[in-house]
């Protein structure tokens, strides 16, 4: 793009003293795998990149929302989660551009990258503990029980299950709504999308990306549930379920303050764990794997009769 695009004046103008040369050329790359159109904007000879989120474009699953809106929250979720942990900074708004939202870009290896390597995996799941700790003890608020559970309906929903297997999940979900294994005295923000392309690490620290579905009064379990199913998936994928479990317990040992918390918490992770593999059975439901998480989630679930 060069000087008179519209949105790259816009862009160089809200940036201000960082681009140097207001003139310079800006290259444009379109990113996938989101729920909106996302672009990186690299303005040439600048050293400085950032990213665009279009919320106003969808390209995932949910075509109808209040894209204003989304755009707004996901901006103030930033900056409210910037004064505690290390996330993209939000720059700007602006709702006449398709409703998009400009952060700094971050460059780093997602833990993604580290899943696939199996290269300070462990480590960088202490580093994810630390920030998902630090978030969820700086943000306590009331807890929305309610919500947690319309979530998960939500997914169900979504699903592309037969009525019998429905009504399966359903049944379990009523025994976890009515056990007290759920109930805790403060909800907090929780991230709501805690899965390996969204950690990246850059010089020593991790920085939590896309607080799209962040909720306000959350359980802190759903972020930790949500990376344990990725977890489960990922090693599934790759021969053996089994071999994340030495993974899943040390990223729990780390979150934990102690054993008796450590003790609470995989007593709750199973709900949480079964959220997360039915929303990758609902993301990725073309693939020959779509029946793991679709029966491990059962299993999951499951864990509250055996109590």
Known sequence: ?????????????????????????????????????????????????????????????????????????????????????????????????????????????????????????????????????KLHENTKTYYDKENEFSKFHYVLNHLKINRRMKKEYKRLLGKWWHSSLLDTKNGCMIHNDSTPVNFVFHKGKSFLLDFDLAARHGHFACDLGILCAELKYYFARKGSSQDAEPYIRHFLKRYSKNEKEFHKITKVIPFYMAYGLLRIAMFKSDTSYRDYPLREAKNCLEAIEKI
């Open 1 to 133: 793009m060069k000087p008179g695009n519209t949105f790259r004046d816009w862009l160089v103008e809200v940036l201000g003293d960082r681009i140097h040369n207001k003139n310079c050329e800006v290259r444009v790359f379109k990113l996938s795998h989101a729920s909106h159109r996302i672009c990186k904007y690299e303005f040439k000879d600048e050293k400085f990149s950032i990213i665009a989120k279009f919320f106003a474009i969808p390209t995932g699953m949910i075509k109808k929302y209040d894209s204003y809106s989304l755009m707004k929250k996901e901006y103030e979720d930033l900056k409210k989660a910037r004064k505690i942990i290390d996330v993209p900074e939000p720059i700007a708004i602006n709702k006449d551009f398709n409703c998009v939202m400009v952060s700094k870009y971050v460059p780093g290896k997602t833990l993604f990258w580290y899943f696939k390597h199996r290269k300070e995996l462990k480590e960088k799941l202490e580093l994810i503990a630390d920030i998902l700790r």
